[in-house]
């Protein structure tokens, strides 16, 4: 439900990926949350999978009743029900678009249950890291914290489903020269769906000097793997936790370690 409340929609897939040993499981607990409508669903009409696609329900938002609302502006009124709110993600323009920013940080959450060593130390939403990094004007897809391989690298993700003019993509870079100023210098992940929009940015980008690391990927490879290609560097391919990372000035704007009100939005659902 912390999930559902900060990421507004997940599928069943995800979900049983993430926290349920099978797929079986997973719909049956979901089946169960859905009887006390800690949740609600709907039918995936997206992908044509045919799954359900979960949001809040009326219970989950008496639990999570700071919930973010509208996946297409932060600033609108609150819904004045669970079922308004599920409302406006189904008819939202960036469902897709919520669903795939959100698999990759599903895929992290998935590989570090196998991976003892691997941890998917926080995982924020859009709205949450555009409002803690307002100063900057930035506005990620999506902001985590991965911790693997005796690292920890923070990122930040645009996830593109081609569906805008490269020009659009790369002029999302400029909010994050800003916050290498004087916060944190995390990598950007421009993550694409093919090979060949991801040569394109490459090209755009060949010696461009970025005060932020530029990395780019593509929606079908493994994100914690050798998945990101620096635009510096682009003849090799790098695993997430070998990406550079800077967590800058240690103060509790920019210091993952140093939020006092920070949950990280990691695997343990009791937190």
Known sequence: MRWLAEHYVLSTDQIAAALFPSRRSARLRLARLH???AVSRFVDVTTGSGQYLYTLGPLGVVVYPSAFNDPNRADVRAPRSSVERTERIIGSRKLRHLLGTNQLFIDLAAYSRGDGNATLARWWSEQHATAVFARSGIQPDGHGVWAAGGREVGFFLEHDNGTEPLGTVL???????????YGPRYPVLLRVPGRRREQHLLDALAGVPTAMPIATGIHSEHPAGPAWTLTTGPGLRRWLHELPSDHGPDNPATNPHRFPDDDPGGLDPDR
């Open 35 to 37: 009887q006390m409508e």
């Open 171 to 181: 002029r999302k870079l400029r909010g994050y020269e800003q916050l290498a100023a």
